[in-house]
C-alpha cells in the first residue's frame, strides 16, 4: 500500500483559503486515484473531492463545488487540496486517500491507504 501523509491545515478565518497537500511514498504515485474526504465533529465521515491517477478527471461534493479544487503532481507524488471561501461549516480533520488508479469512486470504501488527517479550523 502507498503511505499517505497530510499537511497543509490550520485556523483561518471565515473567508480565507489553505492549501492541502498529502505526500504519497512507497508505491508509484501515477497508479493511485486519490481522493479527499472529511469529518466534522459528531458527523460521519464525507467525500469532499477525487482525482484521476492522470489528473484529468475530477469530482467534487456539491458542497464544496466551486470553491475547492483538487489537483496532483505526480513528479512530486502529491495531492493537493484548494480550499477558498471558507465557511465555519468546513470545519473538519481532512484525510487524503488513495485508490487504484482505474477507479473512478467517491466511496470510501473503494479507498485501501489513508494518511492520518489534518485539522482544519474556520472561525466565523
Known amino acids: 500500500q502507498v503511505q499517505l501523509v497530510e499537511s497543509g491545515g490550520g485556523l483561518v478565518q471565515a473567508g480565507g483559503s489553505l492549501r492541502l497537500s498529502c505526500a504519497a511514498s512507497?508505491?508509484?504515485?501515477?497508479?493511485?486515484?486519490m481522493g479527499w474526504f472529511r469529518q466534522a465533529p459528531g458527523k460521519e465521515r464525507e467525500f469532499v473531492a477525487f482525482?484521476?491517477?492522470?489528473?484529468?478527471?475530477?469530482l467534487y461534493a456539491d458542497s464544496v463545488k466551486g470553491r475547492f479544487s483538487i489537483s496532483r503532481d505526480n513528479a512530486k507524488n502529491t495531492v493537493y487540496l484548494q480550499m477558498n471561501s471558507l465557511k465555519p461549516e468546513d470545519t473538519a480533520i481532512y484525510y487524503c486517500?488513495?485508490?487504484?488508479?482505474?477507479?473512478?469512486?467517491?466511496?470510501?470504501?473503494?479507498?485501501?491507504?489513508w494518511g492520518q488527517g489534518t485539522q482544519v479550523t474556520v472561525s466565523s
Open positions: 482525482i484521476n491517477w492522470s489528473g484529468g478527471s475530477t
Open positions: 486517500a488513495a485508490a487504484p488508479g482505474s477507479y473512478f469512486s467517491t466511496r470510501q470504501s473503494d479507498f485501501g491507504s
Open positions: 512507497g508505491r508509484t504515485f501515477s497508479n493511485y486515484a
